[in-house]
Antibody
């Protein structure tokens, strides 16, 4: 079964750091570009970052540039999100999502992990 | 890119719901649609304007022309009540979502 499973969310103080993980299974991980999409409480979806497959290139939304880093370990079939200098407005459910090959939709999503930035 | 969706759409069971997504020259891009039910992750329901992933009912269809893409849900059921989001790629590197439309089944 094709599956993405996020972990690492929690409560962190403003200015703090957190690392999220997304474990992939059921497909050839390094063939796919992977993304992080977040959703603040009661709000819509916001694309945040992406990393390509084989030779990774990354792209960031302006809202997280310089603070968040996306990376992947293809040997472990795992996607990461390192979040530094966290702000209250980063409070959200963070989803990892696979970008389909051939097309470019987010065809597989994880269940999400909640990040709360609060003192 | 900025994608504009109506905040809400109401429809009676068995009728047709149309959800629009507006954007500059949107017809030249591939638009994808996601369904999100409360407390759940989004699910892809239409990709590349008008294709359906396996397992998505034929009642879900899409179109895209000019500056407007449309997701159409035919013969609406109570289980279709959800938030729906359109999405494109800006310059192929930055994802953009519409603000979402809440579909209420009366």
């Amino acid at each position: 079964e094709v599956q993405l499973l996020e972990s690492g969310g929690g409560l962190v103080q403003p200015g703090g750091s957190l690392r999220l993980s997304c474990a992939a299974s059921g497909f050839t991980f390094n063939n796919y570009a992977m993304n992080w999409v977040r959703q603040a409480p009661g709000k819509g979806l916001e694309w945040v970052l992406s990393v390509s497959g084989g030779r990774p290139t990354t792209h960031y939304a302006d809202s997280v540039k310089g603070r968040f880093t996306i990376s992947r370990d293809n040997s472990k079939n795992t996607l990461y999100l390192q979040m530094n200098s966290l702000r209250a407005e980063d409070t959200a459910v963070y989803y990892c999502a696979r970008r389909s090959i051939g097309g470019d939709a987010f065809d597989i999503w994880g269940q999400g992990t909640m990040v709360t930035v609060s003192s | 890119s900025v994608l504009t969706q109506p905040p809400s759409v109401s429809v009676a069971p068995g009728q047709t719901a149309s959800i629009t997504c507006g954007g500059n020259n949107l017809g030249s891009q591939s638009v994808h649609w996601y369904q999100q039910k409360p407390g759940q992750a989004p699910v892809l329901v239409v990709y590349d304007n008008d294709d359906r992933p396996s397992g998505i009912p034929e009642r879900f269809s899409g179109s895209n022309s000019g500056s407007t893409a449309t997701l159409t849900i035919s013969r609406v059921e109570a289980g279709d009540e959800a938030d729906y989001y359109c999405q494109v790629w800006d310059s192929t590197t930055e994802g953009v979502f519409g603000g979402g439309t809440k579909v209420t089944v009366l």
